[in-house]
């Protein structure tokens, strides 16, 4: 079986001054899902990542990368892209060989899917490290530590028995890995030049509030979305003044189609305690002029209604139903 191994490696990265000026993405993987309806039909998909930022697909049918940004090929060559595109190809076509070969033999059952994910990072510190890990089912399945295959637990004794056939192959591996390995890293650090207009640029959130699904009577869910922002980090907190409001609950960053990120921001309150609060944003995009939105007016119409004149509507209706019976009294002594 060929997969894409990487070695566990510490080599220095030089120019400790020039990390601090660039806070750019630091690593590049590719992820690979391969799905099996049946013995018959699979399908692939392949795409390759700057961190968290896609930056390659995969065409199944032609076997080609499809390059989401116009640096997607770094500082490599057509001939060298090529070369890199068939490499994968072949890795594509004999994995699944090798799996559908092997069906019985793992006791695979249709359907299933497997993922792998293999890659490299810069460290702080000048170190280096790279990474292959395999899943299958959506359970870790086995990754490599340095050249070592190490079965994961939840993999059981397949997962065992796949690293014990894999070690039967050191050379073919550590093959693979260096070609793997320096094709990964010589890739990143020839992106951190092609693509630091893209990665350096800094781009303004834009925020504004909503009620979620209510979380139950006389409760108020406030959800502050925050979008379109790049870089990645952000900080945004419920406040009410200067405090921070403990229960605030962040989603998972997602991505825009643009590139950028968008994230909710949530807090589940008593409906009378809404008002005065804030949703605070900052990013370093603001440079400093953090983002507030105070709970505002449109909902504090309906907030007024609710906790105000509908209590006051009950109040004098039972205030006029206990006048309407003191009269009935002083009517009849
Ligand atoms: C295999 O799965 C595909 C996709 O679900 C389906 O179209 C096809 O008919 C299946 N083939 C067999 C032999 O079951
Ligand atoms: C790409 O850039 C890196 C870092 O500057 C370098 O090590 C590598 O040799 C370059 N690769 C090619 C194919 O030019």
Redesign the pocket.
């Known amino acids: 079986m060929l997969i894409l191994p990487f070695q566990l490696l510490a080599v220095l990265f030089p120019g400790g001054d020039s990390e601090d000026a660039f806070h750019g993405p630091t690593s590049f993987h590719v992820i690979q899902i391969l799905s099996f ?5 699979k399908h692939n998909r392949g795409s390759g990542w700057l961190d968290d930022l896609q930056i390659h697909g995969w065409d199944s049918h032609l076997g080609t990368a499809v390059l989401l940004k116009p640096w997607s090929k770094g500082n490599f060559s057509d001939e060298e892209f090529a070369e890199l595109e068939k490499i994968f190809r072949a890795h594509f076509h004999r994995f699944t060989q090798h799996i559908r070969g092997s069906d019985s033999q793992f006791q695979l059952k249709y359907p299933f899917e497997i993922q792998a994910i293999a890659g490299c990072e810069l460290r702080s510190g000048g170190s280096t490290v790279s990474f292959f890990r395999e899943a299958i089912g959506g359970l870790d399945f086995l990754n490599f530590e340095k050249d070592t295959c190490v079965p994961a637990p939840e993999g059981g004794s397949r997962a065992q028995h796949v690293c014990k056939l894999i070690i039967q192959y050191p050379a073919a591996i550590n093959n693979v890995m260096k070609l793997l390995f320096d094709f990964c890293l010589q890739y990143l650090l020839g992106f951190l030049d092609a693509a630091k207009a893209e990665l350096q640029r800094q781009v303004k959130p834009e925020a504004w509030l909503s009620t979620g699904p209510s979380p139950g009577p006389g409760r108020l869910l406030l959800v502050c979305h925050i979008s379109g922002f790049y870089p990645k980090p952000v900080w945004v907190r419920w406040m009410r003044g200067e405090q921070e409001q403990l229960g605030t609950q962040h989603s998972d960053l997602l991505p825009n189609a643009n590139w950028t990120w968008y994230l909710q921001v949530t807090l589940d309150v008593a409906a009378w305690e809404a008002a005065g609060l804030s949703c605070r944003v900052k990013h370093s995009s603001l440079e400093g002029q953090d983002i507030i939105l105070h709970w505002g007016h449109p909902i504090s119409i309906g907030l007024i209604f609710f906790t105000i004149i509908v209590p006051s509507l009950i109040l004098l209706l039972c205030l006029a139903l206990w006048y309407k019976r003191r009269w009935k009294f002083q009517d009849n002594p």
């Open positions: 309806a049946n013995s018959t039909w």
